[in-house]
């Protein structure tokens, strides 16, 4: 199996495991553990899940490790169609992590403040959101050049590469509402709603099209 193969179902299995995991941290753990519509029962339902907040937690861990050997695999992978933008794209996925990272070091801080006060439980939450959205900018620039990277390629069909561009420009536009503008939140939910399917499907799409077909010797698909 050619090294290109190889890297090609590194990266598409990340992808697909991560976003198994990252569904059930943030798709089913943190909805569950905090309401930021109810922020005043933010300690009680911390301490009442506090298994679940763990196991959330040990999952953000997991897709942030997922995430620097994506950026390694996506970079390998797509150098040989722009060595430039497949460096700046892995730059900036790795850029991403580490902010990703530092936000979650504030639900971290949780883990120590679950019998204490409901404010600093509240505040570390807000701390995480605000920070993870700010990385969430840079995480579409990225999407936007692997978008580009994969119009370079040739023999990613064209719906993927469009969708990627699409989920980039998604994650950019609804967090520089949520990060500028806080005032319009009802809007970027809105906004995040209406986009979230492009936006899920860029990535996966990808990720299957790596496990799938990525690395093979094949006829190039016309644009």
Same mark, same amino acid.
């Given at each position: 199996?050619?090294?290109?193969?190889?890297?090609?179902?590194?990266?598409?299995?990340?992808?697909?495991?991560?976003?198994?995991?990252?569904?059930?941290?943030?798709?089913?753990?943190?909805?569950?553990?905090?309401?930021?519509?109810?922020?005043?029962?933010?300690?009680?339902?911390?301490?009442?899940?506090?298994?679940?907040?763990?196991?959330?937690?040990?999952?953000?861990?997991?897709?942030?490790?997922?995430?620097?050997?994506?950026?390694?695999?996506?970079?390998?992978?797509?150098?040989?169609?722009?060595?430039?933008?497949?460096?700046?794209?892995?730059?900036?996925?790795?850029?991403?992590?580490?902010?990703?990272?530092?936000?979650?070091?504030?639900?971290?801080?949780?883990?120590?403040?679950?019998?204490?006060?409901?404010?600093?439980?509240?505040?570390?939450?807000?701390?995480?959101?605000?920070?993870?959205?700010?990385?969430?900018?840079?995480?579409?620039?990225?999407?936007? /050049?692997?978008?580009? *990277?994969?119009?370079?390629?040739? @023999?990613?069909?064209?719906? +993927?590469? $469009?969708?990627? #561009? %699409?989920? !980039?420009?998604?994650?950019?536009?609804?967090?520089?509402?949520?990060?500028?503008?806080?005032?319009?939140?009802?809007?970027?939910?809105? /906004?995040?709603?209406? *986009?979230?399917?492009?936006?899920? @499907?860029?990535?996966?799409? +990808?990720? $299957?099209?790596? #496990? %799938?077909? !990525?690395?093979?010797?094949?006829?190039?698909?016309?644009?």
């Amino acid at each position: 199996m050619n090294n290109q193969r190889n890297l090609a179902k590194i990266a598409g299995y990340a992808l697909v495991l991560m976003a198994i995991i990252a569904g059930f941290s943030f798709g089913f753990a943190y909805p569950k553990i905090y309401n930021q519509d109810q922020f005043e029962l933010a300690q009680r339902t911390l301490t009442e899940n506090f298994q679940l907040y763990n196991w959330m937690l040990l999952g953000i861990l997991i897709v942030l490790l997922l995430d620097l050997l994506v950026s390694w695999a996506l970079y390998l992978y797509f150098k040989h169609e722009h060595k430039s933008l497949a460096l700046w794209s892995f730059i900036l996925r790795v850029l991403y992590t580490m902010i990703f990272g530092i936000a979650t070091c504030y639900l971290a801080n949780n883990l120590l403040q679950s019998n204490t006060n409901n404010g600093l439980i509240v505040e570390n939450y807000r701390s995480f959101q605000s920070i993870w959205s700010f990385g969430l900018i840079i995480f579409g620039i990225h999407l936007l /050049l692997i978008g580009v *990277l994969m119009k370079l390629h040739k @023999l990613i069909p064209k719906i +993927l590469w $469009i969708l990627t #561009i %699409i989920a !980039g420009a998604s994650y950019v536009l609804v967090h520089t509402l949520k990060t500028i503008a806080p005032s319009l939140r009802a809007m970027s939910e809105q /906004l995040n709603i209406i *986009l979230a399917l492009p936006m899920a @499907l860029g990535e996966i799409g +990808l990720a $299957i099209w790596l #496990i %799938i077909k !990525g690395g093979q010797k094949a006829r190039k698909i016309p644009d």
